[in-house]
């Protein structure tokens, strides 16, 4: 291998960022769903099956985002509850008018 390495230095340094950047991502991944288990009480399974309760959509919108990590988990402040998966645009929206309930509302009322 040594030799090889000595022979092909390019080709060498081309695989090994590739396979670095392979593993950063499979680490990034399991700190994911550890970040998930911790915050919200769900291991890789659950998140899983509610992914596929979902059909790979937002609860909310429907859209399929680019990939599978922009969902975000909506789950009620208070009890930590998980209600689903949620696009980053409906989890922003979501989360504002949670905050500006009244003022919603006091415009709803108009």
Known sequence: M???KAKNRER???LARESHA???WKHVEQ???KRFEKLY???RDQ???????????CLICSEIPKTE?????????KTQIVRGLLCSRCNGALGWFE????KIFKYLKR
């Open 41 to 43: 009480g769900i291991n």
């Open 99 to 102: 905050k500006n309930e009244e």
């Open 12 to 14: 060498a340094n081309e």
């Open 47 to 57: 998140y899983n099956l509610i992914y596929q309760k979902q059909s790979g959509k």
């Open 69 to 77: 990590r922009l969902f975000h988990i909506d789950h009620d402040h």
């Open 31 to 33: 700190l994911r769903y």
């Open 2 to 4: 040594r030799v090889w």
């Open 22 to 24: 392979r593993n950063k």
